[in-house]
């Protein structure tokens, strides 16, 4: 079962959107393993986005994730980094495709409602630097059988 990081940050919490993103992890089927709502220290945000570090939007970026409460999430199931990138949409929310958060929702490339691992090995690596593992739970759903 592959797990992935998503998280909905400032402005889709802001923007009381949790529930319809939620939602629509769950209607695909992925199943929901650790949620917390957070505000995030510098330093966290700082770790998450080390990959981008020196780049131009990187401070802008940092100051975005930490100036108010995200919503990080865990979601599990078969291809879960590949389904979750599919159902965000492209990066700038003005290219992202219509029934994609953020072809339906946003309008910004950084302002983009939601953020989510791009692949397996970075899953891992985010997941731990947003969950303790006690904070994640394991379970199996009832209608597993049905969603393949």
Known sequence: MQQTLILLKPDGVQRRLLGEIIGRFEHKGLRLAGLKLVKPSRDLAEKHYAVHKGKPFYDSLLDFLTSGPTVAMVWEGREAVAVARAMMGVTDGTKAAPATIRGDFALSVQNNLVHG????????????????????????????????
């Open 117 to 148: 691992s791009d692949s397996p090995d970075n899953a891992k690596l985010e997941i731990a630097l947003w969950f303790r593992p006690d904070e994640l739970v394991s379970y199996i759903s009832v209608d597993a059988e049905w969603i393949g």
